[in-house]
C-alpha cells in the first residue's frame, strides 16, 4: 500500500479564487532582523486534522500537500490503496473537503517528491516480530547503513533516492493512539500485534531518475521496487542457530574476546537457566553479556522465559496481508 505521499502543484495552476484562499488559511515563518527588516520568510505546514493523522498542506510559490492517504478515509493507517492515482483522489478529495477550496485535480500539473511505499506481513505476534526485528537489525542488505533505534532498523535514513525502515505496527499504533493521532478498535489492535511493517520510502531523486511520470506507475510497478529493496528479506527470516551465533557475536562485538564471553554465558543460560546463569556472575558482566547477546538477536524473551533454553533453528515466514481479514489472530 501507498503510506504517504507529497504532491506539489506550482501556484500559477491555482485560480487567483484559490490562491486568495489559501493566503488567508496560511502561516508563514519569518526570520527578522534587530533593525526590522524581513530576512527571509517560508510557508510553513498547517495539519488538516488535529485529532488524527489526515494530511498537512503548506502554501507558499507552491501548494505542497502531504500524508498518509490511507488516514484521509480511515480511522487508522494499516492498510489502504496502492494505486496512485487513486491514492492522490483521496488525498485532493480530503482536503477540498476539509477546506472548502477547490484545486486541480489534473495528476499532470502535480509533482510527486516522496512516496512510501509498505507491505504488512503477518508474523503471528509479538514474539516472532521482535525476534525478526532482532535479525534485520543485523541483515547486510545495506551494508553500513543499518540503524536500530527501539522498535524500528533503518537503511538509507537520510538518502533521498531510497531508504527504508522495518517497525513493529503494534508499537507504532499503541504511540499515535495515546497521542490521539490515530483510532483502533479492541478487535484491531490485537491483530496488529501480529504486523511487521517493510517500508520503502521513494525520495526525490529517485522520482528525476526515473523515465516514467509519477501518476504512470502502477502496483506492480511499486511491489516491484519494493520486493527490490527488501529480496533478501522479504520472503522468509531465519533467526541466528546455535552453530551461527558465535560468529554473529564476533561481528557484533566490541572485541571477539567479548562475543566469546558472552557466547559462554548464552550456553551457561541453556545448562543451569536464566536466573542460576545470573546469579553465577558479576551484575556489570551480566549486563555485558545480555547487552551482547540481543545485540546478536537473542531477545529479553528468550532470556526470560523461565525455561532452560534449547537454541534451534527457528524459521520465520513472512505472510503478506492487505486486509484484516486475512490476518490469523489466535
Not at 516472532?128 to 545495506?142: F, G, K, P, S
Not at 505496527?169 to 511487521?196: D, G, P
Not at 531518475?209 to 502502477?218: E, H, M, P, V
Not at 546463569?277 to 558482566?285: I, N, Q, Y
Request: charged share 20%.
Amino acid at each position: 500500500m501507498l503510506d504517504w505521499l507529497t504532491l506539489k502543484l506550482e501556484a500559477h495552476h491555482l485560480t487567483e479564487s484559490s490562491r486568495n484562499q489559501l493566503d488567508n488559511v496560511s502561516s508563514m515563518i519569518q526570520k527578522v532582523s534587530p533593525e526590522g527588516e524581513i530576512l527571509w520568510n517560508v510557508s510553513s505546514f498547517e495539519s488538516l486534522r488535529s485529532d488524527m493523522q489526515g494530511i498537512a498542506y503548506s502554501f507558499g510559490t507552491e501548494l505542497i500537500l502531504a500524508g498518509s492517504p490511507a488516514s484521509c478515509i480511515s480511522d487508522n493507517n494499516v492498510f489502504g490503496t496502492n494505486e496512485p492515482i487513486k491514492a492522490f483522489h483521496q488525498m485532493i478529495m480530503f482536503f477540498r473537503g476539509v477546506t472548502g477550496i477547490e484545486i486541480p485535480t489534473d495528476p499532470t500539473l502535480w509533482k510527486c517528491t516522496r512516496m512510501d511505499v509498505t507491505q504488512n506481513y503477518d508474523l503471528g505476534g509479538q514474539i516472532a516480530v521482535n525476534q525478526a526485528l532482532d535479525y534485520l537489525r543485523h541483515a547486510t542488505t545495506r551494508g553500513r547503513n543499518t540503524e536500530r533505534r527501539q522498535s524500528t532498523v533503518y537503511w538509507n535514513k537520510t538518502s533521498s533516492l531510497r531508504s527504508a525502515k522495518a517497525y513493529n505496527k503494534f508499537e507504532h499504533a499503541k504511540v499515535v493512539t495515546a497521542k490521539n493521532r490515530a483510532h483502533y478498535t479492541k478487535q484491531q489492535l490485537n491483530a496488529v500485534k501480529n504486523i511487521l511493517r517493510l517500508e520503502l520510502k521513494l525520495g526525490r531523486h529517485w522520482f528525476l531518475r526515473k523515465d516514467i511520470n509519477w501518476y504512470q506507475l502502477t502496483p506492480e510497478n511499486l511491489l516491484s521496487e519494493h520486493e527490490n529493496f527488501f529480496k533478501s528479506i522479504s520472503s522468509n527470516l531465519e533467526v541466528p542457530t546455535m552453530d551461527s551465533l558465535l560468529n554473529v557475536l564476533i561481528n557484533s562485538c566490541p572485541t571477539e574476546g567479548q562475543a566469546k564471553s558472552a557466547f559462554d554465558f548464552y550456553l551457561r543460560i541453556r545448562q543451569l537457566g536464566h536466573e542460576s546463569a545470573k546469579r553465577s556472575v558479576p551484575l556489570p558482566t551480566y549486563y555485558r553479556h545480555t547487552r551482547n547477546l540481543r545485540n546478536a538477536g537473542i531477545t529479553n524473551a528468550d532470556m526470560n522465559s523461565g525455561e532452560i533454553l534449547s537454541f534451534r533453528p527457528k524459521l520465520i515466514t513472512m505472510t503478506p496481508v492487505n486486509d484484516w481479514h486475512e490476518i490469523n489472530v489466535a
